[in-house]
Every structure is written in C-alpha cells, then in structure tokens.
C-alpha cells in the first residue's frame, strides 16, 4: 500500500478500479476472503472524488455481507444512490450480482423493513458508508459474521 501513497489521484483511480474489478473476480469466483480484501483496497486506494469506483467497491461488499442482511442492504443502497447521482448504470456484471444478491436480502427480510433499510442506506453520506463497508470488509471471512455460502458465493440463482 506505501507504492500506492506515491501515485498521483488518476492513477489511484485507475489502480482502485482494478482492484475492484479483482474483487469482483473473486465474488464470482467465491474466493470471498480475496474479493473483501481487493474491495476494501479499491476503496482505500481511491481518491476521495472518484465516486464511480469507491460506489462499485461497496456493492461488492454489501454483496458478500449478506450474512449481515441489514447493513448489506444499507451498503448497496448508497451505492446505487451514488450510481445514480454520478450517471453511471451498473453494467452487465453488477447488474448479475445486484438481481441475484438482493433476491436472497428480500428473502431474508420483510417487506417493509428493506424498504426502510433501503431508504437509510439512500441517505447515508459517502464517506459514512465508505466507513461502513471498509469496517465491514475488514470481518468478511472471519467465522462467526462469515458463514460458508452466506454471500453471493455462487451467483447463479437459488430455486
């Protein structure tokens, strides 16, 4: 991480977007350990302004916390709602992660308590919800928050 303090801002944007492209290799992949460390340095390596890349590291978090339902669906609300403030859509590999990942979360929950959870993680500042998934990421994979199966281990649908 010292060589990356040396980057100036577009190529920390470009290193934290790789790394969250990894991350997603590793969701895919269900090497969650990997996946939560290559997330949590996207976001770490990101420059404060590169909203894109730091909203597209907490999906991938929120998607691998699904054993923690409510924060994950905080997680990947904000991230969204960054998504869209920016313009960006999801793309075809977070679009697969977002139709199987919030299945599971609707689920899990009732009606009502992910709308509310929704509209929460809507409001949540960039920065408190970078905080969140950077703190979350840190326990991925750790045996009593991390169940096997209990993130979007394999992102075919359940039926």
Known sequence: MEARSTLDSEDRELVA????NL?????FLDERDEAAARFRSALETAPPGARLVRAEAMLGIAALATAAPKTAVHLWSSGRSILEDVGSPLGQVLERVERVFL???????????FARLWD???ALTMSAAAEVAEDLARGLGEPERDAPGAGAASLAPTS
């Open 103 to 113: 299945e599971r979360l609707r689920a899990a929950l009732a009606r009502n308590v």
């Open 120 to 122: 929460e993680g809507k």
């Open 17 to 20: 977007i790789i790394e969250s």
């Open 23 to 27: 991350g997603l290799c590793g969701l």
